[in-house]
């Protein structure tokens, strides 16, 4: 079983930029594809980003069109961590976000919540002036 919990959610203002951490537990979590969603009050939970497991020789990143350009998903398997990067932040990215990981997340399913079979608590990300 991966254990997650997610890290560098606070307040900025916007155009600032914020780190978000995902550490996992456990030996396998190279394994596992890994993404963010995010959910805002009185909206769907929806996708953000992902990245595919390491053990696919063709790594891939994904993300929904309105943070292409502004948002970066990375990994660090050595430390069992994956990263949110959040630059150019705008007030309609204010949400609680979610990292999630899966055994069988594939270039097809990575935008449904039901490919992911791990999720972490959320941590709150407030964009405002």
């Known amino acids: 079983q991966v254990q997650l919990v997610e890290s560098g959610g606070g307040l900025v203002q916007p155009g600032g930029s914020l780190r978000l951490s995902c550490a996992a537990s456990g030996r396998t979590f190279s394994s596992y594809g890994t993404g963010w969603f995010r959910q805002a009050p009185g909206k769907e939970r929806e996708f953000v980003a992902a990245?595919?497991?390491?053990?696919?020789?063709?790594?891939?990143?994904y993300y929904q069109d309105s943070v292409k350009g502004r948002f970066a998903i990375s990994r660090d398997n050595a430390k069992n961590t994956v990263y949110l990067q959040m630059n150019s932040l705008k007030p309609e990215d204010t949400a609680v976000y979610y990292c999630?990981?899966?055994?069988?997340?594939?270039?097809?399913?990575?935008?449904?919540?039901?490919?992911?079979?791990?999720w972490g608590q959320g941590t709150q990300v407030t964009v405002s002036s």
């Open positions: 990245i595919s497991r390491s053990e696919i020789i063709t790594r891939s990143e």
């Open positions: 999630a990981a899966g055994n069988f997340v594939t270039y097809t399913n990575y935008k449904q919540e039901s490919a992911y079979d791990y």
